[in-house]
């Protein structure tokens, strides 16, 4: 049976960046080795990085605009303190939009003033705060772009005239954005980039030159840009299919043209939502997100015939993150529009057949 995977992270993946990844894992472009028994000094892995960084970049709209890419380790949750650790010299504002925010948050604090400066913690985060005052005086405000977990996603990015640094995470590479307007962003692969093991993080220049807090190695974003990503050991399967994922995006007409995509899944799925007398949306209507719907059903006794609609219907991993209930489809890049159709074929069916 085909599966339509609406998983939150780690994620779908196009079926023939697997293939490619699988087949590299075999062997790596007829080299007689896999691609995780050869060096990461070898001239093939090199090119591999090297290729990774130039598309994130070139994805973004930031090639030659100034920016570094860089690919390390320890997910989306370490960049929470690696952020802090060399942007924070006295105080830093913070958006609080979820529990990911939240973390961030957590972790910063350990480096100085946090300031929150808007929250949207008492409504459970079905909004997006707007209209906060950004004091001038700010190492750098911390954005959330995407809360993959309450189904709310930034719309507008704020004007500010301190650096801006934000967790991507869940929206990657997903819509056309203005990227010139960040100092620094990262994202966990799993979600919409690749599989778990490598964190993106694309810094401008002139922020990287000024940081002058004294970090470890490991994670100074100084040393891992002059090392190319290489300080240490990368992780080469993450990376190498990351790589094979930006590709597709590139195959696929970049961002721009994906974005266009995904807007229309959103649409379909959220028009069913809003349409069926069976479910309710989570998330504040002009707030919600292309990436992950959040939604529940208006009588729980419809759990049961729901449920096995889907499961039915070969769909996977729809169950909402417990701190929201209900259910949460991601629709990743790679998710195509017919999985859409398919749960909205679900969501008809349950109210017919009552
Ligand atoms: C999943 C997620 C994280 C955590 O990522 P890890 O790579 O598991 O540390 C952080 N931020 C957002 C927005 C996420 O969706």
Redesign the pocket.
């Known amino acids: 049976m085909k599966i339509h995977n609406f998983s939150a ?1 780690p994620s779908i993946l196009p079926k023939e960046v697997i293939h490619q990844a699988a087949e590299a894992v075999k062997e790596l472009d007829n080299s007689g080795l896999s691609l995780i028994e050869i060096s990461h000094r070898s001239s093939a892995f090199i090119s591999i990085m090297d290729e990774a960084c130039a598309l994130a970049l070139k994805l973004t709209g930031l090639e030659n605009k100034g920016y570094k890419s860089i690919f390390v380790q320890g ?4 960049q929470f303190l690696m952020t802090a650790y060399n942007f924070l010299n006295r105080k830093a504002g913070y958006i609080n939009t979820g529990t ?1 925010s939240e973390k961030a948050i957590k972790e910063a604090k350990l480096f100085g003033e946090v300031q929150e400066l808007a929250s949207s913690k008492e409504a459970n985060y079905n909004f997006i705060p707007k209209g906060y005052k950004i004091p001038n005086d700010l190492d750098y405000l911390h954005l ?1 772009s ?3 977990i309450f189904g709310t996603q930034i719309k507008k990015i704020p004007e500010t005239k301190v650096p801006l640094v934000a ?1 991507m ?2 929206d990657i590479f997903s819509r056309k954005f203005d990227y010139s307007k960040f100092d620094c962003f990262y994202a ?1 692969a ?2 919409n980039m690749g599989p ?1 093991g490598t ?1 993106l993080v694309i810094i401008k220049e002139e922020i990287l030159n000024k940081i002058s807090n004294t970090v470890p190695s490991m994670l100074s974003y100084k040393i891992q840009a002059e090392k190319d990503s290489m300080f240490n050991t990368p992780p080469v399967f993450a990376v190498y299919t990351s790589m094979l994922n930006m590709r597709w995006v590139e195959s696929k007409g970049g961002i721009e043209k994906l974005g266009e995509h995904n807007m229309h899944k959103a649409k379909l799925l959220y028009g069913e939502i809003d349409r069926n007398s069976k479910f309710v949306g989570f998330a504040a209507k002009e707030d919600r997100s292309d990436m992950n719907a959040t939604f529940n059903l208006v009588n729980q006794s419809d759990t049961e015939a729901f449920d096995g609609l889907c499961n039915a219907a070969g769909i996977s991993g729809l169950k909402g993150h417990r701190s929201v209930g209900g259910y949460r489809a991601s629709m990743y890049n790679a998710l195509p529009i017919e999985s859409v159709d398919v749960l909205v074929e679900c969501m008809k069916s349950l109210e017919k057949n009552k």
Do not use: C, E, V
């Not at 997910?75 to 370490?78: D, E």
């Open positions: 992270g997910g989306a949750s370490l990911w959330t995407n809360n993959t967790d995470s869940s966990g799993q979600k778990a964190t």
